[in-house]
């Protein structure tokens, strides 16, 4: 099977099926859709968009999309065939605007502000408001994986430890240590991570230590809904 199909289960791991069988990636949930990058099978990626049930699929923009956020009814994502540029654009693709021409990686966009690093390296952790302006470190350490929760930014270090820190980088916080942690995402008090090293699937509270195991298939760009979890998984689970 191709890698990277969509899938949805229950917040357990159970009851999984397939909602889109071409390769997909910076898989987002907003306003009741599904959001994603693909090939659609073509040699060529586009940034489609699909009901949560995988019906009414619709590209809405062919580009060379990576680190998607949505947020305040805008995507923003970055175009990795030039020099990884910030871009926005409304939520049917029309009025694509460039942003920021300086490189932009794990990308996070909240209501008020976008979270950024600008070296694929350092992994520094910037912000700024919504318009691209006005940049400043937020954390000046290796921050990936960002994820907004309830005030605080979530990401891990080079080791897949899983920190917090508030939206000013004034207050750091060690949350889950020695858990190897990617692709995390964090709704309803539950943070879901895939193991770094095996890339397995694993849930845990988000004031617990003791990680509990999901599912052993390979799973990527995870998001949760009320009730759902979705993810590109590089297996049929």
């Given amino acids: 099977l191709t890698d990277n199909f969509i899938y949805r289960s229950n917040k357990n791991g159970e009851n999984t099926e397939c909602l889109y069988s071409y390769e997909a990636h910076e898989l987002t949930l907003y306003d009741g859709h599904l959001y994603f990058c693909s090939d659609m099978g073509s040699d060529s990626y586009h940034i489609c968009r699909m009901d949560i049930d995988g019906e009414n699929i619709q590209t809405l923009s062919e580009c060379n999309e990576w680190y998607m956020s949505i947020a305040a009814g805008k995507i923003y994502y970055t175009d990795y065939s030039s020099n990884r540029e910030l871009y926005k654009m409304n939520l ?4 694509r605007i460039c942003l920021s021409s300086n490189p932009c990686y794990d990308l996070l966009v909240t209501d008020e502000e976008i979270f950024f690093s600008c070296d694929g390296e350092t992994r520094k952790l910037y912000k700024m408001n919504l318009n691209g302006d006005n940049p400043i470190e937020v954390y000046s350490d290796y921050a990936k994986y960002s994820n907004y929760y309830n005030g605080r930014i979530y990401f891990t270090d080079e080791s ?12 750091l916080k060690k949350e889950f240590y020695g858990v190897n942690a990617a692709y995390i995402n964090i709704a309803s008090g539950k943070l879901v ?3 770094s090293d095996a890339l397995d699937r694993f849930r845990l509270s988000a004031h617990s230590l003791n990680p509990r195991f999901l599912r052993t298939e390979s799973a990527k760009s995870m998001i949760q809904a009320a009730f759902e979890l979705f993810c590109c998984s590089k297996n049929a689970m």
Avoid at 92 to 95: A, I, P, Q, R
Avoid at 160 to 171: A, H, L, P, R, Y
């Fill in 160 to 171: 897949g430890n899983i920190f917090s820190i508030d939206t000013d980088g004034k207050e």
């Fill in 193 to 195: 991570y895939c193991d």
């Fill in 92 to 95: 049917d693709g029309s009025e």
